[in-house]
T-cell receptor, first 113, second 112 residues
Framework: DGGITQSPKYLFRKEGQNVTLSCEQN?????MYWYRQDPGQGLRLIYY???????QKGDIAEGYSVSREKKESFPLTVTSAQKNPTAFYLC????????????FGPGTRLTVL | DAKTTQPPSMDCAEGRAANLPCNHS???????VYWYRQIHSQGPQYIIH???NNETNEMASLIITEDRKSSTLILPHATLRDTAVYYC?????????????FGKGTLLTVNP
């Protein structure tokens, strides 16, 4: 059953702590993406990766870091430098050739207390 | 700089057609129109895309005006499960920037 998984669904952290969100895909997609969504808003791109060991900053990369050591995995770390980390985080993946429709995971809702 | 303009909300009766408009007056010749939807607290779901011809799939139809400055997504027989935020997105056909730029979309509420 192919798809994208994100874990956990809900995550709570204390202010000042780093936290890593998981994203795994078994679709054999080359490209992966991280978006952030705030209440009542659209999605904003944090980071994206087109190939293993390479990634680029999106529109709001400050306070976040990523790695792409495996094709299937693209974890996102929310660091203590991120001023407003509470949000809904969405991971997506796509092929690189063609029109590369993006497939999204179920999301992780992060709350920083 | 918003590339698309959509009404913030719309209502539709169950079983009727839902017609969601989108203005993209600055669209260029190498840009597609994409539609995604997002059911509350879930990840967005791809619906359909088009360049200049009308398109239809099992989920919806996309009507693009001849000048390509606007389009309409049609859900032919809306159900309660179609209640969601619908995003109209313009993106280039080619290029190394693969990101999708999501605006606020249209909240479609299907009423029984």
């Amino acid at each position: 059953d192919g798809g994208i998984t994100q874990s956990p669904k809900y995550l709570f952290r204390k202010e000042g702590q780093n936290v890593t969100l998981s994203c795994e895909q078994n679709l054999n997609h080359d490209a992966m993406y991280w978006y952030r969504q705030d209440p009542g808003q659209g999605l904003r791109l944090i980071y994206y990766s087109q190939i293993v060991n390479d990634f680029q900053k999106g529109d709001i990369a400050e306070g976040y870091s990523v790695s792409r050591e495996k094709k299937e995995s693209f974890p996102l770390t929310v660091t203590s430098a991120q001023k407003n980390p509470t949000a809904f985080y969405l991971c997506a993946s796509s092929i690189l050739q063609g029109l590369h429709e993006q497939f999204f995971g179920p999301g992780t809702r992060l709350t920083v207390l | 700089d918003a590339k698309t303009t959509q009404p913030p909300s719309m209502d539709c009766a169950e079983g009727r057609a839902a017609n969601l408009p989108c203005n993209h007056s600055t669209i260029s010749g190498n840009e597609y129109v994409y539609w995604y939807r997002q059911i509350h607290s879930q990840g967005p779901q791809y619906i359909i895309h088009g360049l200049k011809n009308n398109e239809t799939n099992e989920m919806a139809s996309l009507i693009i005006t001849e000048d390509r400055k606007s389009s309409t997504l049609i859900l032919p027989h809306a159900t309660l499960r179609d209640t969601a935020v619908y995003y109209c997105i313009v993106r280039p056909i080619r290029g190394s920037n693969y990101k999708l730029t999501f605006g606020k979309g249209t909240l479609l509420t299907v009423n029984p």
